[in-house]
């Protein structure tokens, strides 16, 4: 046996005597496996079949009440220096967390099956992917991780000849929201999750492995680890570029990942190829452009607003092989949720007969999990050991004000300070008040595994003689009018803006420059077929210099949240920012 399994072996031991499981199992990832999970599921009511006509193999999972989004505030960075986690992580010194949370896994998995699921992030061939372990006793959670990552016999002959792996110990525990930490190790490679089944919490090759410690691991290496959708955009000329784009938790990356083109963009031939939606792990190439993997390989998307209108791939690839997660039935037993655009629900989330007093029939962050080979929209680019070149870096957030549809970075640094101040309207991703605008840089307030100041500095370090990095845009779908209702049609109708992001990495469209930023021109946006209100499209890409100015104080306050660790050249890029809003 290689050290590196008998490593993970004396691992898998030493949980099983603190967790006392019933029995081990071995995850090797195949159909037969996934196909006797199931059917325990379905036995013991964790799965329920949904219609076998209109939805073949696919089935729905109810969460406890209590346990249907991240839990932010018992999220830990367990860091043997406090002052390397940062402000923007929740801290806790490793000895004190270990003998915290190992004292709830003692005898946690009695009568249980404990599994044991190799996985790998990224491609299996990939030098820039990573591996993990993940000890569970939630068979949910293995059949999760066999959509979302590569998982079982592959990965553990990748790990058997590596260095390092992941540990990764989840217990579902009582759901007991009193006795429920999600820790992380990042010195240890380690995280430790007990009392959630759900989601970012209890899957732990997604945020915990791919955001959290990978970012730890990125910047100690040289790589970006980061919450970013990856796609490609094929114009008419049959050239695909790539885009990453940063949104915070269910703020549209799915959506973007798998955009279906404007009928005026399809009829000239544009394309759009799904890469990946949620993760997006980059490093400088030879050619010093970024190249970026998607490290999963499913998606667990939102339910809600996703529907025939907004994004019919993301339907397309949801009627076989899904398992959805909190979502209302109808009466022939088919998945449902607001927005969807057909049927009527008849059970809500908790399998109780639908009544609109109760709130929404589906959870507000009810979720699907697939294969990204269901998705139609899906490129074989995704399994590309070299993964992607990367054209354009975008940040966007959830702003009903304020931010305009699109703004161009000047520079590298100027865009580090964009991703640096963003800020967005919390939803409902994450337990917590809704619709709170907070700081989110690069979408990475819940998930970046360190201090934020070292991580703005890592970002700045990219940009060094040899490199040819991306351009860098914000962009805001969520603009709304006095009345509400949203300035800008969003889902498809994006590929307009992502048009002239594309054709600003080129030189070939011009631009408006701002003390912000460059924004386009009315003139400068293809908008062939929409029809928008001229008072909308004048908002959107108009800016409110008075309101900049304050938000430009807002943004200083902000970065000094991060002293003494905060970059001086990102300071002096607020500082240029500011003086160029003072003088307009
Ligand atoms: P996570 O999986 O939590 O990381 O979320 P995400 O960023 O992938 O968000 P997703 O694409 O699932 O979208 C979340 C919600 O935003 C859904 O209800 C969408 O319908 C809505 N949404 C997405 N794109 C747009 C858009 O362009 N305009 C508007 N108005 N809503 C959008
Ligand atoms: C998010 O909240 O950003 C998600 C869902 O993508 S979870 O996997 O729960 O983190
Ligand atoms: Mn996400």
Redesign the pocket.
Known sequence: MSSQLAALNDWVAQVARLTRPEHIHWCDGSDAEDQALTAHMLESGDLIALNPDTHPHCHLHRSHPSDVARVEHLTFVCTRDREDAGPNNHWMAPDEAHAKIDALFDGCMQGRTMYVVPYCMGPIDSPLSRCGVEITDSPYVVANMRRMTRMGAAALARIEHEGSFVKGLHSTGELDPDRRFIMHFPEELTIKSYGSGYGGNALLGKKCHALRIASWQARQEGWLAE?M?IVGIENPQGEVRYVAAA??????????AMLIPPAAFRDKGWKVWTVG??ICWMQPGADGRLWAINPEAGF???G???GAR??ANALAMLNHDAIFTNVAVTADNQPWWE?IGDGEPALDWQGRPYDPAQGPAAHPNSRFTVSMHNCPSYTPEAENPRGVPISAIIFGGRRRSLVPLVTEARDWTHGVLMGAAMASET?A?ATGQVGVVRRDPMAMKPFCGYHFGDYWAHWLSFDRPGTKLPKIFQVN??RRGDDGH?L?P??GD?LRVLEWILDRCENRVEGRETAIGTLPRREDLDLDGLELPADDLDALIDIDVAAWREEAEAVAAHLAEYEPRVPAALKQEQQRIAAALAAS
């Open positions: 919450h959708l949104f915070p938790s269910a703020c549209g990356k799915t959506n973007l939606d949620d667990f998307g939102v809600p607003g996703t907004t994004n927005g939803t991703a779908w969520f949203f800008w969003g889902f994006n």
